[in-house]
């Protein structure tokens, strides 16, 4: 899959487990009607276990600006310590739900299916409220951090 260019998402869930949230590269769109979407998160995760139990995720797709946020929760940042939430602005917009500010967009989503995919967990959600920013999405491709750049048409 290194070939493959993905968008950059961390999952966050919060409530009686406490503030949870991972780097995902796998996320999508399930359905327009009703809204839901879709985000695999390895099964060691203890995301995916918090997941479960609050029944809620907040899907926060990062920024172009935000590739720090991405190390992060990634568990390999040098400048923060790994999976700490002051290294950004979250929004608390109720339910658990935890926006980060700045994000190109987030969906606060409750949980509708658990499946478990080999090494991961996949969780599909109904989106509840969503907010969409105007800054460029973060891409992950090639082992590297990039920005997606409108091409001209091909021959």
């Keep these: 899959m290194r ?38 998160i390895n099964r060691r995760s203890p995301v995916a276990d918090a997941v479960r139990a609050h029944g809620i995720f907040t899907m926060n797709l990062l920024s172009s600006k935000q590739s720090h946020v991405a190390d992060v929760f990634a568990g390999r940042s040098s400048r923060h310590k790994p999976f700490d939430f002051a290294c950004a602005d ?6 658990g739900s935890l926006h980060l500010a700045g994000a190109a967009a987030s969906f606060h989503c409750v949980v509708e299916h658990v499946l478990d995919a080999g090494s991961h967990t996949v969780l599909i959600g109904k989106v509840q409220d969503a907010v969409a920013g ?3 999405p973060l891409v992950y491709a090639g082992q590297a951090y990039a920005l997606a750049q409108a091409l001209s048409p091909s021959m």
Excluded: H
């Design 134 to 136: 105007s800054a460029s």
């Design 90 to 95: 979250w929004v608390e917009a109720g339910e």
């Design 3 to 40: 070939g493959a260019a993905t968008g950059v998402s961390v999952i966050t869930t919060s409530g009686d487990m406490g503030r949870w949230a991972v780097t995902v590269s796998a996320v999508a769109s399930v359905s327009a009607d009703p809204p839901m979407v879709l985000a695999c």
